[in-house]
């Protein structure tokens, strides 16, 4: 797979985002893309591999009563952390219609239909997620999500994402400029001073019981929320 390398300030070509959104990226994930996307990623294996995975980042927090999942395509980490937390207040965003249908079926879950760059959040909630969310959105608005993701939340936040140490753009299922790998969490400590680091790790496509996407993922927490 090769790598191409991008930097901070350079412009990634466009196609023209369909009507109603600022980038093509959004218009991939709204479409067909995204439909037949959640069509693939079902499956009993996903919901074991994100039960390991939540029951390892849960565990180093406390009194989660509210969560938002930003991208959260059908919910199943919505569904998962529902195992661990059942009485905490759930809420989702998402662009893709299809998934946002089979999100409405999950009880208890607050769904809004929309793209992170335009949601606006009406209360800060203690544990904010995303996950393999911010590698497809535009590198030039990832600062507007960094700022959604600190303003929404009153606590935590986890990032789960493939991580480089530097900016990199990737080939993704025969597609350029829809897949962007950086060190995520280390630029939302940069950004944002009151934040640190909780714990880390890092999820393998080999291990032999909760197998995943060889991706990392990381929690922070906001100082001075302690309760």
């Known amino acids: 797979m090769s790598n191409k390398r991008i930097s901070g300030n350079k412009r990634v070509a466009r196609r023209g985002p369909a009507k109603g959104y600022v980038t093509d990226q959004e218009s991939f994930w709204a479409g067909e893309f995204g439909d037949v996307y959640s069509t693939r990623n079902t499956g009993a294996q996903l919901i074991v591999s994100n039960l390991g995975l939540f029951a390892k980042i849960l565990a180093r927090t406390e009194n989660v009563c509210s969560v938002l999942e930003l991208g959260a395509n059908i919910g199943l980490n919505l569904r998962a952390i529902q195992q661990f937390l059942p009485a905490a207040n759930l809420s989702a965003v998402e662009i893709n219609r299809s998934a946002v249908a089979e999100l409405k079926k999950l009880r208890g ?119």
């Open 109 to 227: 879950v607050r769904v809004h239909h929309q793209s992170l760059l335009e949601f606006k959040p009406d209360c800060r909630y203690d544990f904010v997620l995303i996950k393999g969310v911010l590698i497809h959105i535009h590198p030039e608005k990832l600062p507007q999500v960094y700022d959604l993701m600190h303003a929404a939340s009153a606590r935590y936040i986890c990032l789960a994402e493939y991580y480089n140490p530097t900016p990199v753009a990737v080939p993704y299922r025969g597609h350029d400029d829809r897949l962007f790998k950086r060190d995520f969490a280390g630029e939302m400590i940069k950004r944002f001073p009151d934040l640190r680091l909780v714990d880390y790790g890092f999820v393998y496509h080999g291990d032999p019981n909760f197998a995943g996407d060889d991706f990392n993922w990381f929690l922070l927490e906001k100082d001075g929320s302690r309760r």
